[in-house]
């Protein structure tokens, strides 16, 4: 006869009766608006270190910091350069600009500006030169204030527009965390009256095996991807381990769970539940206005929405302008935003404020005032109505 018994190790090494195995999964969505100028220094036609330009093979980009914006909009012209070279029909125009209260008085400077943006694409994604066209301009059509050097700052700038709105469409980074507990499920065998080594397997439900042994014991520690696979988007499902040897057998049922976790604006993660986090851009200077580029992700918003929702809109400002106005405009950009998203559907809890001119991301970076004028939404959904 033969007997099976399993026990839980954890990271310590303390060994708990039974098998408990839980996949935790931590997600991590966001929509990530693309931002499609390029940003200069005074009387310079050189594109700055920050912007991240080489070619790689495994470039994804969905794989960059879901944390950052200014990680996905840093890497502006490798996204664009990837989405052109899947795209061979798309065009781009790249238009630069300069600003003549800094002393930018040669018109050379603006194209000169346009050509780097283009010659870089072109060396670092072999992008047939005849698919991007460049122009020239003196100031940009949509300014900023120019009595301030923050404003100023922003027209020393080289724009992108596409034939195709796929080209400059916002960015979902996703990244998925796993870990698996318990470390190791230590499974011993019982024998009697035999001296043959028992034959040990641990399945899945579907009577896969995924580890086995011929021995008294076995150590199987859980793979966080192996156990998501067998989950296959489960919560719940059973494992099982059977052992026999001289043709007398025993089995053990364990469990297996599954521990989802979304992370918040905040950093809480949140569990049963998938938070979805939007961030809407292209906020013109001084204007709480949702313009055609935002329309896109409210509709993708509202799709993404069930009555059983909780959403909150946060609205922000960048640094110009006097505090007590700049609370108002943010109040005013969530509420604008707040207002469409009711348009679809009225989720069960709709929270729409203003913070002003708090920083998200450097606000001493022209880009960064430009992803400053926005609205975050996070939509939080319980997992079963999803």
Do not use: C
């Amino acid at each position: 006869s033969i007997n099976v018994d399993l026990e839980s190790v954890d990271a310590s090494g303390l060994r708990i009766p039974g098998a408990d195995v839980v996949l935790h999964e931590i997600r991590r969505r966001e929509l990530a608006p693309l931002l499609p100028f390029v940003f200069f220094e005074k009387s310079s036609s050189q594109i700055p270190s920050r912007y991240s330009l080489r070619r790689d093979p495994s470039f994804n980009e969905a794989a960059i910091s879901a944390d950052n914006v200014m990680d996905v909009y840093h890497n502006l012209l490798n996204i664009i350069g990837d989405r052109l070279s899947k795209n061979p029909s798309a065009t781009i125009t790249i238009t630069g600009y300069r600003e003549v209260l800094d002393g930018e008085t040669d018109a050379s400077l603006s194209l000169a500006r346009a050509q780097a943006v283009k010659d870089q694409i072109q060396i670092a994604w072999g992008i047939d030169p005849s698919r991007m066209n460049v122009a020239a301009g003196e100031l940009p059509p949509v300014q900023s204030n120019r009595t301030v050097d923050d404003g100023r700052a922003e027209h020393r700038r080289v724009e992108i527009t596409a034939s195709d709105p796929a080209i400059l469409t916002y960015v979902i980074p996703q990244r998925v965390e796993r870990s698996v507990t318990p470390k190791a499920v230590l499974i011993t065998t019982a024998v009697r009256n035999s001296g043959a080594a028992p034959n040990i397997s641990v399945m899945d439900d579907k009577s896969a095996t995924v580890a086995s042994a011929s021995a008294a014991s076995l150590s199987w520690s859980p793979d966080a991807d192996a156990i998501a696979a067998i989950l296959g988007g489960r919560s719940y499902t059973r494992g099982r381990v059977l052992a026999d040897v001289d043709g007398a057998s025993d089995e053990r049922a364990f469990p297996i769970k599954a521990d989802i976790r979304s992370v918040k604006f905040n950093g809480d993660t949140i569990r049963d539940s998938i938070v979805e986090r939007y961030r809407l851009m292209f906020f013109d200077f001084d204007t709480p206005e949702i313009n055609d580029f935002n329309g896109d992700a409210v509709r993708l918003i509202q799709q993404q929405l069930r009555t059983s929702s909780h959403v909150r809109v946060i609205g922000y400002t960048d640094r110009i302008g006097a505090p007590e106005y700049n609370q108002n405009l943010s109040a005013r950009r969530a509420t604008a935003v707040a207002s469409a998203i009711k348009e679809r559907i009225i989720p069960d809890v709709l929270d729409a404020q203003g913070a002003g001119a708090t920083a998200i991301v450097d606000n001493d970076l022209p880009e960064g005032r430009w992803y400053n004028r926005t609205v975050l939404i996070e939509v939080t959904t319980p997992l079963e109505d999803r």
